[in-house]
Nanobody, 126 residues
Framework: AVQLVESGGGSVQSGGSLRLSCAASGYTDSSYCMGWFRQAPGKEREGVAVLHSDGSTTTYADSVKGRFTISQDNAKKTLYLQMNSLKPEDTAMYYC???????????????????WGQGTQVTVSS
């Protein structure tokens, strides 16, 4: 079974940086879309950034463009999210997710992703 384990969350002040990691295991397919999603209390889960395993597609939510960078290390089967210039509105539980489809098909729509990690909390104080 596919397993996703996030790490790297924490508490930072506004303007600070964090790097999230998502270690994946159990994949038998070499083509998949992986991404980061977040959910703040009382809000719906939203897509932050997705990246296809072959590097062909990268999509960011408008709210994080220019501040966040998604990347991967295929050898380590690890997905990263570098978050810079963090704002209080970035506070949320961040989840890693994966789906066996092209990122260009579904992008940031969370309901299409089948595999999910447990999440890591990011808190940004003003």
């Amino acid at each position: 079974a596919v397993q996703l384990v996030e790490s790297g969350g924490g508490s930072v002040q506004s303007g600070g940086s964090l790097r999230l990691s998502c270690a994946a295991s159990g994949y038998t397919d070499s083509s998949y879309c992986m991404g980061w999603f977040r959910q703040a209390p009382g809000k719906e889960r939203e897509g932050v950034a997705v990246l296809h395993s072959d590097g062909s597609t990268t999509t960011y939510a408008d709210s994080v463009k220019g501040r966040f960078t998604i990347s991967q290390d295929n050898a380590k089967k690890t997905l990263y999210l570098q978050m810079n210039s963090l704002k209080p509105e970035d506070t949320a539980m961040y989840y890693c997710a994966a789906g066996l489809f092209r990122c260009s098909w579904y992008g940031l729509a969370s309901y299409n992703y089948v595999y999910w990690g447990q999440g890591t909390q990011v808190t940004v104080s003003s």
